[in-house]
Every structure is written in C-alpha cells, then in structure tokens.
C-alpha cells in the first residue's frame, strides 16, 4: 500500500537535487512543465525524454520510485488513448469497420498526450522524491510572498500543503499498520474479487480515523510541550539560501524552455 | 504444530535505496512444544523474523514449512496468515485498532467463524485471564496504560486460540513487578498446553532467557547466529555476545563472579535462578561456610 503512495514521499540520497534550494526546484520545475506544454513535434518529445531519463539519472533515486508514482494514473492515461483513437478524426485512415474509423493522427496524437502527462508526472515526481516535504512548503511559501499584497494567504495556504504532504505518508503507513494487525487476525485481503476487496477495506477506515485522531492528540501535545505559539515572528530552524548550484539550475531551465521554444517555432 | 525456515532472506520492500536484507540465509526448524527465546541486538531483526514465521510476509527468498508442508502462498511471494500462530506485536499500539476493548477482543475469533455466544463467553475469561476485569470492555483501547494495552494485545491474540504464541518484547518498557505478572501469565498459558503450546519470545531481558527457555536463538545483522540451550549459550559463547552487545544473564555472572574469586566452577545444571542458588548454596556449604 504505502509504496504506491508517492505525494510526499522523500527518498534520501545526496544528489544534486537533494542538494538543492526548494526554491529553485520550484522555479525550474515551473520552467520545465512550461517547456513540456509547449512540445508539438517528435523532437521535442525526444529531448524532452532524454532530460527526463537524465535528470531521474542523476538524482540516484532507483526507478521504481518513479515506476510508482505512474500507476495510479495508467487507468486514465489507457483512457485517453482510447478515447483519441476511438473519437478524434484525422486524414489518413487506417482502419474502418461500421461507425468505427481508426485515423493515423488520433493514434500518434493519443499516444503524445499520455507521453507528456508521463513525462510530467515523472518530473514532478522528481520533486517531491528529492525535497522534505516542510522544505517544499517553506520555499513555497517564500516564492508566494508577493501573493499576499493581493491578499492571498500564503502562510496558511503553505502551512495546509505542510500538513497535508508530512500526513499523507503518514496515514497511508497507519493504513498499513491496521491492515497488516487485521490481517494477523485474519482477515483475508487478498484472494478475493475486486469488489470484495474494496468492501474489505471499509472496517479500517474507522479504526484509521480513530487512530489517527489518537495519533493527532499526541502530536498536538508534543506541539505545545514544545512550546509552539501562534507562529507570529516564529524563527526557523532552517534558513535557505541560494548558492551558485542554484543560480546555475534555474539558468538551465531557463534555457531549456528557450529550446523548446524554439523547436516549436522550427518544428512547426 | 512444526514451523521451518528454509534459506530465507527478506528485504522490505519499501526500504531506502540501498534495499539490503532485513534477514539472510535463516534455516531454523521449531519444534512443537518449546520455549524459544529470540534475543539480538536492536534492528537485527528479530520482529522481521517473527511475521515472517507467522505468515504476515512471505519470504523473498527461501521457504516457510508449516508441519513439513510448504506454506503454499509463501512460494508466490505472496504472504499466507497461519491462524493457530498467535503473533503479540511489538508495539501495542500496533495491534490495536477497533474502538473499545471488547470489540478488539472479538474481531479474531469472528474471522475464525466462531459463533458470537462462545466469542462473548471467551472474552470474559480472557480479560480475567490477563488480569484485568470486564470494567475494560469497554474503554478504548489505545487509552490504556502501556502495561494495560499489552495485556489486551496478549489477551486480542489468546482469544484465536493459536497453537504457537509468538511476543515480540512483551515485557518492554514495563516495571518489574508488570513485567513478572505477564511472564507468569504467558507460562501458565504454556503449560496448560501439555506440552503442545509452543512460546516464541523475543526479549532483551537475560534473565527472562535464562529462566525459561528450551533454546535461545542469537540474531546478529539479519543472520542467525546462534542456536542453542542457554547453559550453553552464556556459559560458552559469553565473549561473542559481548561482542554482540548482548548482556548475560545475573545467574551467570554470579557463576563466574566466584570462579574469578575462589578459582572454583560450580557446575549447574541449567540457569534458572532457583537451580543456580542451591548449587552455589551447597557449594559454599562444602566450603564450611555457615549459610
Ligand atoms: N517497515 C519497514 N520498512 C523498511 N525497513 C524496515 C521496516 N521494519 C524494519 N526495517 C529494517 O529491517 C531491519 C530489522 O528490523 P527489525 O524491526 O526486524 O529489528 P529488531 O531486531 O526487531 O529491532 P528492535 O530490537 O529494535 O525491535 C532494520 O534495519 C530496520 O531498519
Ligand atoms: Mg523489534
């Protein structure tokens, strides 16, 4: 279960992402879906690949980590094939048979669109495998900084993306701990259709509601003995700063979105 | 009922990048009817061995046989429960996961299929049993005391009526006088058994090893290092379990206290507390000593 679970999830290892300020994990990582969305032709989708396998290279976090962060989304991205070939209409046709007609162009542009959306999971996957989840949302609060002049609330915004990415791991290994305590008092969760199975995961939900507030409790209590306040004028424990690694990255996502660019008024 | 280990490892399947073995090449073979203490150091691997043998994962390597019989699933990789083993967890918060007491009490057995009068009727005799009393039945679990918890994790096991209990640092964290009455509770349960209940149970606490077990089992780094009846365990492998950072029991270091003093060996037959006294008692008697 918890191994499907990738939002949060942080893999320790010392790479050159790990290293990084969140900030400008953001900022490039902002840069890099720009320069995806702006793909159109076969080129850009085969540098836009070799980037992706690079950078998942680089940061020495094995593939399956990544692997899994796609599963959740195969059921809709095998839709979205479908519904391209199935629907869409182009010129060259391939196949026909009744009402259903098979263009060359739906099947190369379904297939392009569920590239992009792997290629983009797997690179925002590369943030979230790379940066502890509080970082994130500290930088993110940061960058979010001029937002608040127009009245947008940063701090409690970022503080929930806090909470929510530290938690989700969390109740995802709760859920795991009840399934494996239930199983050990036999419950069966694996030889059973799919529908049993769902139903058989409904009594843990209220054990997992109830353990988790249990857990909440003892969190908020170790909160206070720790004498948080209101978090007005609170000092961080860690403080970001930028160093040149960081100037360098966001340099090169710059110029990436340049290429891509580019590719796109050539290509096209 | 036999359970068996053949040639297995583990590796967690969500560790860290480097996934190493949790447990490597463990071959064990326990016999109905034994006491077995599991000692180790900490993240050796002693509570991965223990759902391992109960069936909660499947090795990645290697084999689980249940009376001689490969545990069928365990050979796809896929983890198979053996419900006459009782697993007590680690940590108690662990296993309890329903919202009073009493349903936490009856949720296995009802798996089992038992019908609800007997559940009900075994209950009452359970908590009794763990020394607690029906005003818990309904108090949510995880309110307890860590000494009251345990107890309802024992008595949420002991309620499947298993064959072979395992407890996973049952008496961790406990006072002496908490941690005497669930090794007493635990023992009564073993003999009721004549001779057919088997105990497994890890512990760090030598003179529990000592007192009660058949054979201890040493885990050292995910491998089965030792295998063997205490007495002869400390009394020839105390240099390695030094090694190991694993203590002795108080019986053996009052046996070897005297050997350094008086240069004599006081020969003993096991090394429950008892056994020990009355030898060195008589020993010092032969001495002249007025005891
Ligand atoms: N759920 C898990 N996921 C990944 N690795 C784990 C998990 N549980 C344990 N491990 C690792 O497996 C190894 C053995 O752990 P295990 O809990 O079996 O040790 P232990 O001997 O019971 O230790 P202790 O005396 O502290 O209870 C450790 O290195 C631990 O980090
Ligand atoms: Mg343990």
């Known amino acids: 279960m918890i191994e499907n679970v990738l939002i949060g999830q942080f893999i320790d290892a010392s790479s050159i992402f790990h290293r990084l300020d969140p900030r400008s994990k953001l900022i490039s990582l902002f840069c890099i879906i720009i320069a995806f969305l702006l793909i159109d032709n076969i080129s850009g989708y085969i540098l836009a690949s070799l980037l992706v396998v690079g950078c998942i290279t680089l940061s020495q976090i094995p593939l399956r980590f990544f692997l899994k962060g796609l599963k959740p989304i195969l059921i809709i991205l095998a839709f979205t094939v479908f519904y391209h070939i199935l629907f869409t209409k182009g010129e060259n046709l391939l196949f026909q048979y009744s009402i259903l007609s098979i263009y060359k162009e739906s099947i190369i542009e379904g297939f392009s669109i569920v590239l992009r959306i792997f290629l983009l999971v797997l690179i925002t996957s590369l943030l979230t495998l790379t940066t502890k989840p509080l970082d994130l949302a500290h930088g993110f609060e940061i960058l979010c900084k001029p937002l608040k002049r127009l009245r947008f609330p940063v701090e409690q915004f970022s503080l929930m993306l806090a909470i929510t990415l530290r938690f989700i791991p969390t109740i995802v290994m709760e859920l795991d701990k009840i399934i494996e305590a239930q199983k050990a008092r036999g419950v069966n969760f694996e030889d059973k259709s799919f529908v049993k199975k769902v139903l058989s995961y409904i009594p843990i939900i209220i054990p997992l509601l109830f353990t988790s507030i249990q857990r909440a409790e003892n969190l908020a209590n170790a909160i206070d003995a720790r004498a948080y306040g209101d978090g007005s004028g609170r000092t961080r424990y860690k403080v970001l700063h930028f160093e040149n690694r960081d100037y360098q990255v966001i340099g090169i996502s710059l110029l990436v979105v340049g290429v891509f660019f580019l590719l796109r008024m050539v290509g096209g | ?291």
């Open chain 2, 1 to 291: 009922m036999d359970i068996k280990l053949e040639r297995a490892s583990y590796i967690y399947p969500n560790s860290s990048i480097n996934s190493y073995e949790s447990l490597r090449n463990i071959n064990i073979s326990i016999e109905a009817g034994k006491w077995i203490s599991v000692i180790g150091h900490t993240g050796s691997g002693k509570s991965t061995l223990m759902k391992l043998l109960k069936g909660l994962i499947a090795p990645t390597t290697g084999h689980l046989l249940i009376n001689g019989r490969v545990n069928e699933l365990s050979k796809k990789g896929k983890a198979q429960i053996i419900s006459d083993i009782g697993l007590v967890f680690q940590y108690p918060e662990h296993q309890l996961f329903e919202t009073t007491v009493l349903k936490d009490l009856v949720f296995g057995p009802k798996n089992q299929g038992i019908e609800m009068k007997e559940v009900n009727q075994r209950a009452k005799e359970m908590i009794k049993l763990v020394g607690l009393s029906e005003e818990y039945f309904q108090k949510a679990p995880l309110q307890l005391s860590g000494g009251e918890k345990r107890r309802v994790a024992i008595a949420t096991v002991l309620m499947m009526n298993p064959e072979v209990l395992i407890l996973d640092e049952p008496t961790a964290g406990l006072d002496p006088l908490g941690s005497k009455l669930i090794l007493q509770l635990i023992h009564d349960w073993y003999k009721a058994g004549g001779g057919h209940r088997t105990v497994i149970f890890v512990t760090h606490e030598m003179n529990e090893v000592a007192e009660y077990s058949d054979e201890v089992l040493v885990m050292n780094n995910g491998e089965i290092a030792f295998l063997d009846s205490p007495l002869s365990l400390f009394l020839n492998h105390d240099y390695e379990l030094k090694e190991f950072g694993l203590d002795t029991p108080d019986t053996v270091k009052l046996l070897q206290l005297i050997e350094q003093r008086f240069g004599d060996y006081i020969k003993v037959e096991s090394l429950q507390e008892e056994v020990v006294l009355r030898e060195v008692i008589a020993y010092f008697k032969k001495q002249g000593a007025e005891v």
